[in-house]
């Protein structure tokens, strides 16, 4: 069984900055995408960062030039930096996995984390 292990959410006003990461653990897995999505309240989940191996990101574009997407590979841990974030970014995110490129949809994704509360205050 494969597992997401999320750390790193929290509460910070706005244009301050949160760190998350994510490993990935259990079984080998050979994943090819791994990212974040978030989901606020009454809307709908988005993507937000994603990196392919071997490593070129896709980002939304409410978060470029803010959030950057990093990777440990060998430790199967991604992380999202995030700056200068806005009430807007106020959300449950949750890290997701998958053996082929197409994890920046939910139909794409083979493996989720249980979700980080990731709250920004004005």
């Known amino acids: 069984q494969v597992h997401l292990v999320e750390s790193g959410g929290g509460s910070v006003q706005a244009g301050g900055s949160l760190r998350l990461s994510c490993t990935l653990t259990g079984r080998t897995y050979s994943r090819i995408c791994m990212g974040w999505f978030r989901q606020a309240p009454g809307k709908a989940r988005e993507g937000v960062a994603f990196?392919?191996?071997?490593?070129?990101?896709h980002y939304t574009n409410s978060v470029k030039g803010r959030f950057t997407i990093s990777e440990e590979e060998d430790k199967n841990t991604v992380f999202l930096q995030m700056n200068s974030m806005k009430p807007e970014d106020t959300a449950m995110y949750y890290c997701a996995a998958a053996a082929r490129p197409g994890c920046t949809v939910e139909s794409g994704v083979d493996y989720w984390g249980q979700g980080t509360q990731v709250t920004v205050s004005s």
């Open positions: 990196v392919y191996t071997p490593g070129s990101t």
